[in-house]
Each structure stands twice: as structure tokens, then as C-alpha cells.
């Protein structure tokens, strides 16, 4: 569920670009106006007001945009104004290129959105870049995280529910053999991952629980400081709640020494418009203050707006 | 270029739907009449026939088919009669469940079809199976085989005219190498043919030919008898020409000692609306022996008439 608060009477497209084309001109930047704008419409209508802004003013609006802010604010307006796809294939080139063993973004996003999403992506993707996605995956990586991140990129996963109980349970056995002999690369693991749909892999692993007592991603944290074990957790996490993923990924941004301000606002930017509302719940729970608490103690000025405005926070 | 005739004036939909239902009641069936009705429609055609078909008769088209028909005529008039992504999905599944090393059907459509024919394939095999493509063939194959197989059906290549020669030189460098040292599974060269598109690919190979002096084909000839060479080599000449690879499937189903007829029907039955007239045109190159002639000579009855009005042989 989105947590994107928009106004029940929402302003013609056209005085949206004229207002929005207002901020960027005379002194300085009136951010306070462009969130007020743009972080409460929802896709469509912002595809809508970047298609007449370019008719109206002749510039993309990304480009003004890009031109009049700096920073963390200018990041996250940017990613939120692009169309989730364009989104997801801008997200996973710029992974392609920064790609360390410890960078979890092309995993989060083949394993948390829907098969169609995914796809989406890879569109989006082939009309920017003139690539194909799992081509700059398979070239920018290596060894075990490429044998991995192809698949797993490459996948168009049967998206019903049906679930082949037997298989459910053959595979859970084969997992956990695979497991136990510590053949964490094994063709059969990553197989299973890459290719079954959401519902037969959440089939299997409730088998591994019943039979084998754990959860799968205890099994696979032998050694924590393993970042293939991380990323393997991270991909069973992302395929089967990918909720606690993200709450994860948040706590992780906002406590430690100096905010991950690239990953909060990925996963905001991403996910406001998705499941935003359960990811808050989760983060609730899960450290007993509210998200937009710690996201406002810990962040400041613009950006902090632009954050409480996505996640939902009501406007005093 | 498509080789099937469609008349000036085609009746209407009902009326083909009402020859049809005649076709097959009464005593005996009229084959003649099926082919001359499903031999001579287009894809819309016949998916606006079978649609129309169901709601008069209360009967899927195909089922009063498969009634109606038997053997290789039955089988040639099925496949044409379904849809292209329906007849991929069903094809390909087919070959998942009678896979050997010498099965080709996998790789032929992951590497013929265009990127979007391929992935509108995987679609209508969701619809159908309830499972997806990557996931069935990483399921029935194994070792050199899955590490080909599997990327080549996942696939969705850049559809594009671009090309980077510099990576073309470079990657070409690449491939010799491997090759050089008949490292054939090797990790960069399934990369190489299973994300790149058929543009660069044409253009890796064109540098290869320029720089080693061979065609990349040649140097994976070593063991003409090894069933992953020769299934790379089929890769190779699916992506890049297409229209010989078909000629010569069609060659070696003809040229044998009891016809191929599953090769001739699926070749004809998938590339008749395609680029069969180019096909045409290899085979009376390459046998000096037009194709319908050939045909004639190798079969007989319904399916030899169901080919030839396929493969545009004028009635007389």
C-alpha cells in the first residue's frame, strides 16, 4: 500500500508545469512549492506533467530539475519523478557500473518487483541504453555474484499462485543438502532461486522450516561477513517478504555513523508508491519508533521534507 | 518474408468458421477444405477463426481438430492453426520434456525469434503451464547444456542497429581465446552469446573472421560429433543467419534415409508467415532442387498439400 498523499482536488497539468516552471525561475529555488507538488502526485500524473512541461517550456523537466537542485533533495526528486520503470532501469545501470560484491541494488530490484515490473525494466532499459540489462549485469560482474545476479535479472518468473507441493518438498530436501555441504554457488540453489515463481519458493521454504526445524537464512549465515551468504539471504529475503527487507535496509540507513542517504532514498523513492505503508508498520515494530521520526531526526531540510511527504507524514 | 497466400477476397469470419464445422461432420472429413481454409489465413485470421469458432460451436477449434485429423497432418495443421507465441510455448515446452543433447528446438526459438517474440513466448507459457520457460528448461537440463540453454531462453536482447566495435574487437579477442583453448563452456562465451544483441554479435563475429581468418563456426568444429559444439555452432547460426540454419534443417530432414517430419513440419509450420521465402531461396541455392519440389518427393497426401500451401506452391 502507497503511502503517497494525493489532494482530493488535484490542479489542471498545465498549472502544475506553470507552477512548477515558476520555482525554477526569478530568485532562487522555491523547493517548498516543488514538493508540494510533485511529492503528492502519483505516477501517471507525473508522467503526465513531465510529457506537457517538455511541450510547453521545450526542457525536459528532469533537466530543469537537475539544473536547480543539488544534493540528496536533488537525487531523491529526481528519481520519484521518473516513471517506475525508467526508475528501476536507471537504478540497476548505475549498480552495473558502481558493482561491488557488497552492492545488493540489482538483487533488490529482480527479486522485490512483479515479474512484469522486472520486465518493464528491461525495456526501459534497452531504450536509454541501448543494452540490454543482463548484458551490463554479465560484463560488470564475476564468478559466483554473476553466475547469481544473470539469472535473477534475466527472469520472467511465473507470476499465479499454483504451488506443486511435491516439488515444494524435493526441493526444500535439495536445498538443505546443498546447504549443509556448504555449496552455497551450487547450480541447483541458484536454479531454484532464479527461476521458480514467488509462491512455489515460499512453498519450499516453508517445507525446509518443516523439516529441517530452521530457516533457511539461518542456515546460510555460517560466516556473516560473506557477502555472496549476504546477498543469498538478501535474494530468499527479497523474493518472500520483501517488506522486512526494506525495513531492513532502512534501519541499516539511518542507524549508524552518518545516514546511507543513498540507499534511505532509494528505498523511498522506490517504494512509496508500493508498499510503503507496511514497510512503516515493520519499522514500528521492529525498533518501536515511528519511520518518520527517525527519518526526521535524522535527515534535515529539504530532503527530510521531500521523505516525510512520500512516506505520508499528514502536513501540520 | 512470408510464403502464404492469402486470396484477394477472404470470406467472412463465420462463414470460414461454418466450411470448417461442415469439414468435419458429416462422413469422413474434408481435408481439402481445411486446407483451404486454415492453409490460406494469416495469423489475425485464424486467431479471430478460432475465437468466433468456440463461441458458435462451443468447441476449441483445436480439439475438433485433433479429433478430426491424425499424424504428421494433424500435427502440421495444429501447429500452424495456433498462435506464434502459443505455438513457441508449446513447442518449447515440448522439448524441455524430450530433451537430449541433440534437441535444438530449445536453442532455435530462444535464438530466431525476435526479442519480443521471444518474451511474448514466455508469456503465452505462463498462460499455458503455469510455470516459466527458464524455470522448466533449468529443471530437464544439465551442466554445459543448462549453462547455454538456460540465458538463451531468458533472454530479452536489444533489439537495436547500434554497435560498439570497440567492444566488438575486443570481445571477438575474447572468443578466439577461449576457443584457442577449447574452453567452450567458458563463462565469457555463453555471456557473449546469450546477453549480446544480434547486431554486436554480427559484429563480434565479422571482427573475428577479419582478425583470425576463420569463421568463428570453423574453429568450433573440432569434434564434429560433440553435441555442445555443434548446439553452439547452431547458436551462432540462428542469431546471425537465421535462413541457413533453416535451410539446412530442412536439408537434413529431407536428405535422410525415412523423412524428419517433426524438423520439416516445425520449420514450416514456424517460418511459413516468417522468412520463408528467403529459406526457399537458400534451399534452391544450396540443392539446386526447388523446396516444393523437394517436398513433393518426400511426402504425400494432406501433409504434403498442407506444406506446399504453406510454402506458397501456386494451385494449379
Known sequence: MSTLCVPAHVPSVAEDCEQLHKAFTGWGTNEGLIISILGHRNAAQRKLIR????????????????????NDFERIVLLWTLDPSERDAYLTNE?????TSSNKV?????????????????????????????????YHTHGDFRKLLVPLVSSY??????????????????????????????????????????????????Q???????DINKNLKADPKDEFLAILRGTIKCLVCP?????????????????????????????AEVDMKIIKDEYQKRNSVPLDRAI?????????????????QEEA
Open 51 to 70: 510529457q506537457v512541461y517538455a511541450e510547453t517550456y521545450g526542457e525536459d523537466l528532469l533537466k530543469a530539475l537537475d539544473k536547480e537542485l543539488t
Open 95 to 99: 549498480a552495473t557500473k558502481r558493482w
Open 106 to 138: 540489482l538483487m533488490e530490484i529482480a527479486c522485490t518487483r512483479s515479474p512484469k515490473e522486472l520486465l518493464l525494466a528491461r525495456e526501459a532499459y534497452h531504450a536509454r541504453f541501448k543494452r540490454s540489462l543482463e548484458e551490463d549485469v554479465a
Open 157 to 206: 518468473r511465473y507470476g499465479g499462485d499454483d504451488v506443486n507441493l511435491t516439488l515444494a518438498k524435493s526441493e526444500a530436501k535439495l536445498l538443505h543438502e546443498k546447504i549443509s555441504k556448504k555449496a552455497y554457488n551450487d547450480d541447483d540453489l541458484i536454479r531454484i532461486l532464479a527461476t521458480r515463481s514467488k509462491a512455489q519458493i515460499n512453498a519450499t521454504l516453508n
Open 208 to 214: 525446509y522450516k518443516n523439516e529441517f526445524g530452521n
Open 243 to 271: 517488506e522486512k527487507y526494506f525495513e531492513k535496509a532502512i534501519r541499516l540507513a539511518i542507524n549508524r555513523q552518518g545516514t546511507d542517504e543513498g540507499a534511505l532514498t532509494r528505498v523511498v523513492a522506490t517504494q
Open 296 to 312: 526526521a531526526k535524522d535527515t534535515t531540510g529539504d530532503y527530510e521534507k521531500m521523505l516525510l511527504a512520500l512516506i505520508g
